[in-house]
């Protein structure tokens, strides 16, 4: 009983997609000679022509069959000339995405109001430019506040510092050097800033606040302690660390909390004169 329905429908899928067959080809001949009877040397065909068999090839599998006049290549290449015309109009008329673009006069404004206000953030900014009627997300004003030009005054302070304290300055910081074995080592180096020498170094896998205390101890014997110590804020830097330098009659300096990647790119800790942008030294 199965077997029989399923006869009867596939005959009459046959039998259906045979008709439409046969009437798509004869709609396809009846144009094709209305094309021929038009007047003229030699039949042309019209843009509505050309729209019909565009769409008829996305719609009929067995266009190319009844395809006389011209060949099947041509109307492809129809079809995709429509297909960039249709975007480049799409493309000339369509709203225009991704951010607004802001103007140079509120990239002036942006870059004046923070400079005259060095502790504004980004939100109380993006405040007073909203109530001035502007209309700027607050992601926006924090990009174009990190390109604002930043003043010279705390380069020059810290460039003095160093050029008449150089004589006096010593340096401590760690850097990582990976092993054979996959793991991390920790060098530990404490460095002379007027002459760049190093003064004391040593390797440890797991440093801690206090084997870094025992290095300055083992760095400055006989009381050859510098007069000012500068260091990050790194963990093994601990109030511990900061107490041992004072016992050694040293001033210690800690750098700002996040130094930007610029100015890590200029040396860090020993060659910040040569940044254009410096980190502030904490009293």
């Known amino acids: ?46 843009a509505a022509d050309r729209l019909f ?11 190319k069959r009844a395809l006389i006049l011209v060949q099947s290549e041509t109307v492809v290449r129809w079809h995709r000339r429509g297909f960039k015309m249709y975007w480049t109009w799409l493309s000339h008329h369509r709203t225009r995405a991704g951010r607004k673009c802001v103007s140079r006069e509120l990239r002036e404004l942006i870059f004046r109001t923070v400079s005259e ?6 939100p109380r900014i993006h405040g007073e430019l909203k109530m001035l009627g502007l209309d700027i ?17 705390p380069a020059k302070r810290w460039a003095a510092f160093l050029n008449n304290h150089h004589e006096a300055i010593a340096a401590m910081d760690f850097f990582t050097a990976p ?45 050859s302690a510098p007069k000012y110590l500068i260091f990050d804020r790194g963990p093994q830097f601990s109030k511990e660390v900061i107490d041992t330098a004072k016992s050694f009659v040293i001033q210690p300096k800690g750098t700002s909390f ?12 020993l060659r910040l004169p040569r940044c254009d942008r410096s980190l502030a030294v904490s009293p």
């Open 1 to 46: 009983m199965l077997s029989l329905l399923r006869f009867l429908f596939v005959l009459i899928d046959r039998f259906s997609c045979s008709r439409r067959d046969l009437l798509m080809e004869n709609l396809v001949l009846r144009q094709q000679l209305a094309v021929l009877k038009r007047r003229g040397p030699q039949p042309r065909l019209a």
């Open 53 to 63: 068999w565009v769409g008829l090839m996305r719609l009929w599998p067995g266009w």
């Open 117 to 122: 206000n060095e502790n504004w953030g980004a």
């Open 137 to 153: 997300s607050e992601r926006t004003v924090l990009r174009w506040m990190r390109k604002a030009p930043r003043t010279p005054k």
């Open 179 to 223: 092993t054979l074995t996959f793991g991390v080592l920790y060098c530990f180096f404490v460095i002379a800033h007027d002459r760049r020498r190093i003064l004391h170094f040593n390797v440890k896998k797991h440093p801690t606040a206090a084997w870094v205390v025992q290095q300055l101890r083992e760095a400055f014997p006989y009381d």
């Open 258 to 269: 996040s130094p930007s990647p610029k100015e890590l790119r200029c040396g860090g800790l």
